[in-house]
């Protein structure tokens, strides 16, 4: 399974995740697929369905063994996947007495899934880590720009104020979400596959079940009747990964335009340089976090395109998950390692922001609007207020000239969306309660 920028020598400093790479690469599938065979020699020996002796024997010699890619390679290619030539080399290390019983009625596909699952259960763990700190990170941030005021933008252009806070906590809104959905998307994914060779254990009938709650118990996975054509597992992990891809995304975007040469409102991280420009800071940490949000998208609307499995077992919708699932995984670990950085670099310029609202004073019109409406219907508020704003005098002088008698400058100052905003972005880290996994 490539994983193209995740252990590139050019780009593995920018779009790379070592430690998240190695729990999802080929190695690690392999150790999965030794230990599936190990627990299920052990179930089955301590259930008489192989010999006690051989399940003991099986399980001792495949410990401490490990297998290379390179050495199954030219059986993949014959065969399409990996188990029959690990069976193979596997009985190598074997008296054939013992070996006889190796793999003893299992299918390629329960030993594939379950190692994946294996896999998926210990990269979810580390991407639930560092969600949590991120998290961490971001409300503190919202918290000490509680009172930073900048004008908020809708549709691109200027609306109303808002604190840096708000913005902030709004990043941080569909991370806490995912976060909360760690717990029912593990449960199912993190699930035993064993069927056999149609799905029917017909093999090891009336054992099937039996030795399959007992891979569970071995494997620390919730036991679940064969699930070859049902992919609502690795369906969930892909759907929370997606949604989480499309969270930091956001965090992305808005640094790289509050960091605008014409906005500059906010910078975060390290900013690069230009070939050829000396004056520039290229956004490159969002930029990047940009890059492997839309990776795992990609990947994720790849999944979604696969074909329904087909009859017992798919050989082109199974195997697209091989790749693809591994590159989401990669991706969002590298994304929130980026996301982490960011939010702990990041940096408001509150001269800027006020400046924004300063020159655009047309920010507080809906405000303005809202108070002439306590003196008139509110639909004449409105009218009002958008005539005087169309003069191109400054919002507030115009409005102390047609409209005496109020104060419009205490009225209308900014600071006045401090409180209410605060009061969101309080709210929103209150929604998050850290489910464990």
């Not at 950085?341 to 020159?359: F, I, N, S, W």
């Amino acid at each position: 399974m490539a994983l193209t920028f995740s252990n590139s020598e050019l780009y593995g400093n920018l779009f790379g995740d070592p430690e998240l790479t190695e729990l999802v690469d080929e190695k690690a599938a392999i150790a999965g697929m030794i230990r599936f065979e190990r627990a299920l020699a052990r179930v089955q020996g301590g259930l008489g369905v192989i010999p006690a002796l051989s399940g003991q024997a099986i399980d001792a010699a495949l410990k401490d063994l490990a297998v290379s890619s390179k050495t199954l390679a030219p059986g993949v290619a014959a065969t399409g996947v990996a188990v029959p030539a690990l069976v193979t080399e596997l009985r190598k290390h074997l008296p054939s007495e013992h070996g006889q019983f190796l793999h003893w009625g299992a299918t390629s596909q329960d030993v594939i899934d379950t190692a994946h699952v294996i896999c998926w259960d210990t990269a979810t763990r580390l991407l639930a880590s560092r969600l949590a700190t991120l998290l961490d990170i971001l409300e503190d941030q919202s918290r000490a720009q509680a009172r930073t005021v900048m004008a908020g933008r809708t549709r691109s252009q200027i609306a109303t104020p808002i604190t840096f806070g708000l913005r902030i906590a709004q990043w941080a809104a569909p991370m806490i979400e995912a976060e909360t959905g760690l717990r029912p998307m593990r449960n199912a994914l993190l699930k035993i596959q064993f069927g056999g060779a149609s799905g029917g254990n017909t093999a090891l009938a009336p054992n099937g079940p039996a030795i399959a709650a007992g891979l569970a118990q071995e494997l620390g996975l919730r036991s679940a009747p064969p699930w070859h054509t049902n992919r609502t597992g690795p369906l969930a992990l892909v759907n929370w990964l997606g949604g989480l891809a499309i969270a930091l995304d956001k965090m992305a975007t808005d640094l790289m335009v509050m960091s605008r040469s014409e906005i500059q409102e906010a910078r975060a991280g390290q900013g690069g340089g230009s070939s050829t420009m000396p004056q520039k800071a290229n956004p490159v940490s969002a930029e990047a976090l940009s890059v492997l949000c839309h990776i795992a998208r990609s990947a994720q609307a790849a999944f979604s395109m696969a074909k329904a499995h087909a009859e017992e077992r798919d050989g082109v919708a199974w195997t697209l998950e091989w790749t693809l699932i591994p590159q989401m995984l990669w991706a969002i670990g590298a994304a929130l390692a980026h996301a982490t950085t960011l939010a702990r670099t990041v940096q408001a310029d509150p001269d800027r922001m006020a400046a924004q609202l300063t020159t655009n004073s047309g920010a507080m019109a809906e405000a303005a609007s809202f108070i002439l409406a306590d003196t008139m219907p509110r639909a004449e508020a409105q009218a009002l207020v958008k005539q005087i704003a169309a003069s191109g005098a400054p919002l507030i002088e115009a409005l102390e000239k047609n409209v005496p008698g109020i104060d419009w400058r205490a009225q209308l100052h900014p600071d006045a969306a401090i409180a209410p905003c605060t009061q969101i972005a309080e709210q929103v880290f209150a929604t998050r309660r850290s489910p464990g996994i």
